[in-house]
């Protein structure tokens, strides 16, 4: 099976995203560096509740909750993959950014060699939750790395 030893992955923890991560860990052998890109879409950013929140005291509350579970998450999905590197003996990195998740792909692509970019699938139709649009011919004309698209079994 192709192994590489610099991959940047990008996933965020959901089905796809998990997918992308066992495949980027079965392709890396010990001593190879993931690189783990984290995208917080942009859109939280404005998250404020104010079609239903009526006063600023009661939308800040609100918002430095989302921020607050927001990181949270993220802080837990780290901790999980930071466990699987180190069972593998893999050099894990990761950046967490907040932005458009296929400009921010491609801004951290730029900033180092890999041998391989490694992306979960979309969201299958029907299946709750983001359903990003990145994957497509400008993205893809815009990594200078081999791209893997990782189904998803389960949707």
Not at 94 to 121: Q, Y
Not at 141 to 151: E, K, N, W
Request: charged share 30%; with cysteine.
């Amino acid at each position: 099976m192709l192994e590489s030893k610099q991959i940047l992955l990008a996933s965020h923890g959901t089905p796809g995203g998990r997918a992308a991560e066992r495949m980027a860990f079965s392709l890396c052998r010990a001593g190879s560096t993931l690189t783990h890109l984290i995208v917080v879409p942009d859109f939280w950013k404005g998250m404020q509740g104010d079609d239903w929140l009526n006063n600023a005291s009661t939308r800040d509350i609100f918002a430095n909750y989302v921020e607050t579970q927001l990181e949270r998450e993220v802080r837990k999905h780290i901790r999980r993959m930071m466990r699987e590197a180190a069972k593998r003996k893999i050099r894990y990195r990761f950046e967490v950014v907040i932005g458009k998740p296929a400009e921010c792909l491609v801004a951290r692509a730029k900033k180092g060699r890999f041998d391989l970019i490694v992306l979960g699938s979309k969201r299958s139709k029907g299946k709750t939750g983001f359903r990003s649009h990145m994957l497509d011919e400008k993205l893809f004309r815009s990594l200078r790395a081999p791209i893997m698209i990782v189904p998803n079994r389960h949707g």
